[in-house]
C-alpha cells in the first residue's frame, strides 16, 4: 500500500514561515494525522534522517538549507473532552492555528485565551514555546498534552505538571527534536472574567457590558499598532526574552537609568527589565537598527526583503549575525546577556 503522503525533494520554504527568508529542505513532507506522522518518523528513523518539525513557522529564523527532513504538522481537528456548568476541556489538534482557536473559543463563550490574541502560530507551536502576552500564558489553561517520541515512535500524554512550564519554555522545548505535539486539551472558563492588569487594558475596565471579543478587539488593536504584519514584513515577533535579573543588578542599574523600567515576575518575584529597552538605550550601530529592527519596538527583528524575489541566500545568516552583535552590544553596555525567543535552525 503506498503510504498517504508525498516526500518531496530540494523544497523552498521561504513561504512556510515568516521570516520569509529563502529557506531550502533537503526533503519536505506534510502531515495531517498522527498515523502519517508515526509512518514518516518511521522512515526517517530508518534512514537515519535529521528532522525538523515545522509549526506555523512563526518562531524561526532558517540560516541554511535543512540537511535532512522537514515535517509541517498539519494535525487539525477539536472534540470536547468533558464539560460542566463553569468549564469545558476542549481537544485541540497541533496544527490548529492559534489565533484562530482564541477567535473561536471567544465566540462560543470559552475564555481565558483572550489576551493572547494575534500571535501567529499553531496550537502545538504555542504549547512548545509557552506563549504568553498582556499577563497570561497558554500554561495557564493546559491540561494534557499528547506526544509522540520521535526516537521510540511511542505516543504519551503529559500532564499540566510535567510539561514543566517556564516563561517561555516547556519540557518540550527543551528536549527539541524528541517530542512531536501532536494535540492539546485546554480547560477554559464558561464564565467571562478578564485579565486586564496591562496597563492599556485598564481602561476596559469601565466597561459594564464588555464581552470577550472585545477585548480580543482590543489586544489585536495594540499589537498591530507595535508590531509588524507579518505577511508584509518577515519577522518571528519579539525576537528576544526579557532578561530575569537579581535586586544587585537593578540597584546598579537603577543609578545610571532612573527611567529605567523594572517589572515583577508574578509567578516567581524575579525582576524584569524589558528586552526592548535595553536594546533600544544601548549604542547599538545605527546601521543594524535602520535595516534589521522595526521603527516601532526594538525588540522585533525584520525581513524588510520579504517579497523580493532577489533576497540573498545568505538573508537569514545576516539577520542572525545582526542578533549576534545585539546581545554582545547589550551585554558590553548593561552587563546583561539577551537570550533569543526564535529558534535559530541551521
Known amino acids: 500500500m503506498l503510504p498517504a503522503f508525498e516526500i518531496e525533494q530540494n523544497k523552498q520554504l521561504r513561504e512556510l514561515h515568516t521570516f520569509g527568508v529563502p529557506w531550502r529542505a533537503q526533503f ?11 509512518d514518516v518518523l518511521e522512515i526517517a528513523r530508518g534512514q537515519s534522517q535529521n528532522i525538523f518539525v515545522l509549526g506555523g513557522g512563526s518562531n524561526i529564523l532558517p540560516t541554511a538549507t535543512f540537511h535532512g527532513l522537514v515535517i509541517a504538522n498539519n494535525i487539525s481537528g477539536r472534540s470536547v473532552v468533558s464539560e460542566n456548568e463553569s468549564e469545558i476541556v476542549i481537544e485541540f489538534g497541533a496544527g490548529e492555528s492559534w489565533h484562530d482557536t482564541v477567535l473561536w473559543c471567544a465566540e462560543h463563550g470559552y475564555y481565558g485565551l483572550e489576551n493572547m ?7 502545538g507551536g504555542a504549547v512548545v514555546q509557552n506563549i504568553g502576552a498582556y499577563d497570561s500564558e497558554i500554561s495557564q489553561t493546559v491540561t494534557s498534552v499528547a506526544v509522540i517520541n520521535a526516537d521510540t515512535l511511542q505516543f504519551a500524554d503529559y500532564t499540566r505538571e510535567q510539561c514543566d512550564f517556564e516563561y517561555r519554555n516547556s519540557i518540550f522545548k527543551k528536549n527539541r527534536g524528541q517530542y512531536v505535539v501532536t494535540s492539546v486539551c485546554l ?5 467571562f472574567s478578564p485579565v486586564l492588569t496591562y496597563e492599556p487594558l485598564r481602561k476596559l475596565q469601565k466597561n459594564n457590558e464588555l464581552t470577550a471579543t472585545d477585548v480580543v478587539n482590543e489586544i489585536i488593536a495594540i499589537r498591530q499598532s507595535k508590531l509588524p504584519d507579518w505577511n508584509m514584513v518577515g519577522t518571528a515577533g519579539s525576537f528576544f526574552a526579557n532578561p530575569r535579573v537579581d535586586e544587585k543588578m537593578v540597584r546598579r542599574l537603577s543609578k545610571q537609568y532612573k ?3 523594572v517589572f515583577s515576575d508574578k509567578q516567581t518575584g524575579q525582576k524584569i527589565i524589558p528586552a526592548g529597552w535595553l536594546i533600544e538605550h544601548s549604542k547599538l550601530d545605527k546601521k543594524i537598527r535602520e535595516k534589521f529592527l522595526y521603527p516601532k519596538h526594538a525588540l522585533v527583528l525584520v525581513n ?5 524575489p532577489k533576497i540573498s541566500d545568505k538573508y537569514g545568516k545576516e539577520i542572525y549575525h545582526a542578533s549576534k552583535m545585539i546581545i554582545n552590544r547589550v551585554h558590553k553596555d548593561f552587563g546583561i546577556t539577551l537570550e533569543r525567543e526564535v529558534l535559530i535552525v541551521e
Do not use: C, W, Y
Open 187 to 191: 480547560r477554559l472558563s464558561k464564565q
Open 117 to 123: 490574541a494575534l500571535i501567529p502560530g499553531t496550537v
Open 304 to 308: 524588510n526583503q520579504k517579497h523580493d
Open 259 to 261: 527611567e529605567m523600567p
Open 28 to 38: 519536505f513532507v506534510s502531515v495531517t494525522d498522527r498515523q502519517q506522522l508515526v
